[in-house]
């Protein structure tokens, strides 16, 4: 790897985090924005240079880290206006010196409802929740902004993303478990190291186009809980009829969006994922006591 190479990351949160830590393995240097004070220790805890932004301002930090970034890495959510990020620092990204490529974490929710059916990267965008349609918008918008730049974008659209203190296991432990059954209902989900380092498989390819980030086993999300409690040795809670449930709206609408979706174009690039599917990544989770 180029330690030259200089990444901003817009969102240093879960994900980011996670990249910016590899990467500063890596004698990288690496700046993350984050919206709070609070959160700036724990970012140069990862080896990140903390940057706060919230989302509207350019301060002078920011822009002399934009100044230095070769790369950047978006993953700040976008809202009704588009993406608060690009609408903030475009003209600073426009005069970037040394920006050569941008990855912006996506979803794939932007594929929306496809009745259980496999989907990729060529698979018809049809997004349902409100958020999707978002992420959908936003993609477009970094692509003609990349476009206009002359600049390769990677988008990385990312399946339900957990990792140590976000998983199945830790749900378990603390009681906090849900077993919901809907027929049929299938999820892709995606460990946050294989997020990262899908991330840095793309930045030194310097990668242009989609990628599904996702695992190899799309499961019901009853499996994922029953799998978790034979690990952990607790059992299972109730199952819990989905079309009974008391669910908030968001949780509910993540049920609308059924799909199997395919990771084979990032297999094909080269990629090897560490966590390929649910039930080896809990296992080695548990036994390795990286849950918490």
């Known amino acids: ?9 817009l969102g240093a949160g879960f994900s980011g985090q996670k990249y910016g830590a590899l990467l500063s393995s890596d004698g990288m240097q690496v700046f993350g924005t984050t919206r709070s004070q609070d959160k700036m220790p724990e970012l140069k805890k990862a080896g990140i240079q903390p940057i706060v932004f919230d989302g509207s301002k350019l301060t002078p930090a920011l822009q002399d880290a934009i100044n230095q970034a070769t790369d950047v890495v ?4 976008p809202n009704e206006f588009g993406d608060p990020s690009l609408k903030a620092l475009s003209s600073a990204l426009s005069s970037a010196p040394h920006l050569s490529w941008i990855g912006y974490l996506s979803t794939v ?3 929306g409802h496809h009745d259980g059916a496999w989907v990729d ?3 018809t965008c049809k997004p349902v929740s409100k958020r999707s349609v978002q992420r959908m918008e936003a993609e477009l918008e970094w692509r003609k902004f990349a476009t206009t730049q002359e600049l390769p974008l990677a988008i990385l659209r990312l399946s339900g993303i957990y990792g140590p203190g976000r998983n199945a296991l830790k749900n378990m432990v603390e009681g906090k478990a849900r077993r919901l059954v809907k027929a049929g209902q299938v999820f892709n989900r995606i460990h946050v190291a294989d997020i990262a380092g899908s991330l840095r498989f793309l930045s030194n390819m310097r990668a242009n186009g989609i990628y599904n980030v996702t695992d190899d086993m799309p499961s019901p999300p009853q499996d994922v809980v029953e799998y978790a409690a034979s690990v952990t040795k607790i059992d299972p809670p109730e199952p819990i009829d989905f079309e009974t449930a008391t669910l908030s709206p968001m949780a509910r609408s993540f049920y609308g969006e059924n799909k199997r979706v395919s990771n084979s174009k990032l297999k094909e690039a080269g990629f090897q994922f560490q966590y390929s599917d649910y039930r080896q990544s809990l296992k080695k989770m548990w036994d390795e006591d990286d849950w918490r």
């Open 121 to 123: 990267e060529e698979s």
């Open 1 to 9: 790897m180029n330690n030259k190479r200089t990444t901003l990351i």
């Open 74 to 77: 978006v993953s700040i959510a």
């Open 109 to 111: 929710g932007v594929y």
